[in-house]
């Protein structure tokens, strides 16, 4: 250790598990020569707690502060304790996340001379930079978020894995950079304000989409792009990309092989590095393609029976036990879970997951999200499994399809009328007029657009509920990557799993798993796997009316046709916006017709009152209601309060 530095343990309230839980980061390296406290750090790692309850760690170093809370997964002793430093005290990590290849790498760095002190991945991590530099993080297969201030250096090296799996928050001022896993710690460094950016709110509640993935809807706070890597050294903050998954397409052998026989390979191999760890796994089950799958793998790779997490809604349309249940009845070594919730806690639920999700979250399913983590928890397991990013690598959304019948429309013509033909079938009652008009809605000019709203003809991309100041916020280079209009394939799930979609879809899972201090893994995003699934040809993802066609035909004979053969996507689905009519009118109306919502600046309040009187009355759907609500509670929560309140929000799921 330093002779001039100071780590110190944290001491934290016995958890209720006798092992594991996910982590958290942060830190601050200041410029202007003002020295880092233990507190000042403690108070970042405080707010994310929930991140990793088992343990606590500070680090400071005059001007330099890293803190970390622990939710041990790999290595239960001690000697995982962060922030950890190697063994002359030059280097000092905080790291999140899980590197599935750390026995390997340290069997290949023993070779090289370096010695360990413990078996976890963080001192790999340490190693392996000692040994390759900058270039390391190329040999790690996994997800991760980390910093390693280089003392001899004076410099901090970050890193963020390929996918975004692991969330990697920054502000960087004239007196310094503060980083941490959540935005919260961000803000309470002290380091920028808390306000909001308001081009980035317009595009989330007007396209669900993200200007670009380093923005967030705070001002000034920013994320560190995946597949990056940035040198903090001098005042300079300079990144560099050390992965793209769109050179997968390079790779790309159309009509060799067998694919379905390569993707049981490599999601074999996924699942078996993902079931590593030194406490129980579990998995995330629905009645879907993607958590089917995982689960049938993983069943056969477990030695003791896996235990399972559903969400159900008996009695819905919504509900799809049976699915489950046909899983449980084909799959062997299944030990299953489910819950039932009847929406009693909906407005609750809406109010804790916008607050860990610490961005206006976007529907309904959130719902389900946070009720099937809750269930793990309740179940005592601390790491599960789940099916984040097939969607986005097998075009396994319906929104896909028009893009691929774009791009056959481009000299495939027998194809597309095959296609466009089965399209229509399996939507059942999509006209030729309506898809046509689909195919031709997103190339339309603006004047276009507003006619059709006008004529109630379309909704999507409506800004029409929102306040003029936020309305006029537009970022051109935003709006034209937000409205672009796919006409090929690799192009749209490209965008969608690097920056508009899938991002978003980690968010959530990230947040809501870490606020019952769960580990998520998703072996869908695995390396080796997403350059696999980027470098198949259009037809094995999407044809004759089926997504995801690779995987249905590889998991043939391992998961029940029932599930195989389904061809309606339903996500997280949830009687969310029915049970608003049961539970939340009151609370709905109280919020709309706040002075908060109509002085906000946000929504025109006209409009949105005069919409939610004709959903409340039954006249007229609403389905931004949810997000509308997040967004005020966001508002009520990050900037009507001080930082100091918000460890009431933090403390406990």
Excluded at 313 to 338: C, K, Q, W
Excluded at 388 to 408: I, M, S, V
Aim: with cysteine.
């Amino acid at each position: 250790m330093p002779l001039n530095g100071v780590a110190m343990r944290r001491d934290t309230p016995a958890s209720p598990f006798k092992g594991p839980p996910v982590c958290g980061i942060a830190g601050i390296v200041r410029l202007d020569g003002v020295h880092v406290s233990a507190d000042q750090i403690g108070q970042l790692t405080d707010l994310i707690a929930h991140r990793g309850p088992d343990d606590a760690g500070v680090h400071v170093d005059g001007p330099v502060g890293l803190g970390h809370r622990r939710l041990s997964i790999v290595d239960l002793s001690p000697a995982g304790h962060q922030p950890m430093s190697c063994a002359d005290g030059s280097l000092w990590i905080v790291f999140n996340g899980e590197i599935y290849n750390h026995a390997s790498l340290r069997a290949e760095l023993v070779a090289l001379g370096h010695g360990f002190r413990s078996t976890t991945d963080t001192e790999v991590i340490l190693a392996a930079y000692r040994q390759w530099g900058e270039a390391c993080v190329q040999r790690f297969e996994g997800m991760w978020a980390f910093a390693i201030w280089d003392r001899t250096r004076q410099r901090l090296f970050c890193s963020r894995d390929r996918l975004g799996i692991k969330p990697f928050y920054y502000a960087l001022t004239s007196t310094g950079l503060a980083f941490a896993s959540e935005i919260k710690a961000v803000l309470a460094s002290g380091l920028v304000p808390v306000r909001h950016n308001p081009e980035a709110l317009r595009l989330q509640l007007v396209y669900r989409a993200r200007a670009s993935s380093e923005t967030t809807c705070f001002d000034g706070v920013l994320q560190l792009p995946p597949a990056h890597n940035a040198v903090f050294a001098g005042g300079r903050l300079v990144h560099s990309r050390y992965w793209n998954a769109e050179d997968a397409l390079a790779t790309r052998e159309r009509g060799r092989g067998d694919p379905a026989a390569r993707f049981r390979e490599l999601i074999g191999q996924a699942v078996r590095s993902h079931l590593r760890s030194d406490v129980p796994v579990g998995a995330c089950l629905s009645g879907g393609l993607d958590s089917g799958t995982l689960v049938a793998l993983a069943a056969r790779e477990n030695a003791a029976p896996l235990r399972t997490f559903s969400v159900t809604y008996p009695g819905t349309a919504y509900d799809e036990s049976r699915y489950i249940r046909a899983l449980h009845e084909r799959v062997d070594n299944l030990d299953g879970s489910e819950t039932s919730p009847d929406g009693s806690d909906l407005v609750d639920v809406l109010e804790r997951s916008t607050w860990h999700y610490e961005e206006p979250v976007w529907g309904g399913s959130v719902y389900s999200w946070w009720q099937v983590m809750k269930s793990v928890r309740a179940g005592g397991i601390k790491v599960v499994l789940n099916g984040q990013g097939a969607d986005e690598l097998l075009a396994g959304y319906p929104r896909y399809y028009p893009t691929y019948l774009r791009q056959l429309l481009a000299g495939r013509w027998p194809t597309f009328r095959r296609n466009f033909a089965a399209f229509r079938a399996q939507q059942g009652d999509l006209s030729r007029s309506g898809l046509w008009r689909e195919l031709a809605t997103p190339f339309w000019p603006d004047w276009m657009r507003r006619a059709a709203r006008l004529a109630g003809r379309a909704a999507a991309f409506d800004d029409g509920f929102l306040d003029p100041q936020l309305r006029a916020a537009v970022s051109p280079a935003a709006e034209a990557l937000a409205r672009r209009a796919f006409s090929d394939l690799d192009a749209h799930l490209l965008s969608d799993l690097t920056t508009t979609r899938l991002p978003e879809l980690l968010q959530a899972e990230d947040r809501f798993s870490m606020a019952f201090s769960i580990e998520s893994r998703v072996p869908f995003l695995d390396r080796a796997f997403v350059e696999f699934g980027v470098a198949l040809p259009p037809e094995q993802k999407i044809d004759g009316g089926v997504t995801k066609v690779v995987l249905r035909e590889s998991m043939r004979g391992i998961v029940p046709d029932d599930i195989l053969d389904r061809r309606d996507k339903q996500g997280y689905p949830t009687p969310a916006n029915d049970w608003l009519r049961r539970f939340g009118v009151e609370y709905a109306g109280d919020t709309i017709g706040s002075r908060s919502f109509r002085e906000r600046g946000v929504f025109d309040a006209a409009a949105a009152g005069a919409a939610f009187e004709r959903w409340r009355d039954g006249r007229a759907a609403l389905p931004g209601l949810w997000t509308w609500l997040s967004t005020e509670t966001w508002f009520r929560q990050y900037f009507d309060t001080s930082i100091a309140d918000w460890r009431r929000y933090s403390v406990g799921a």
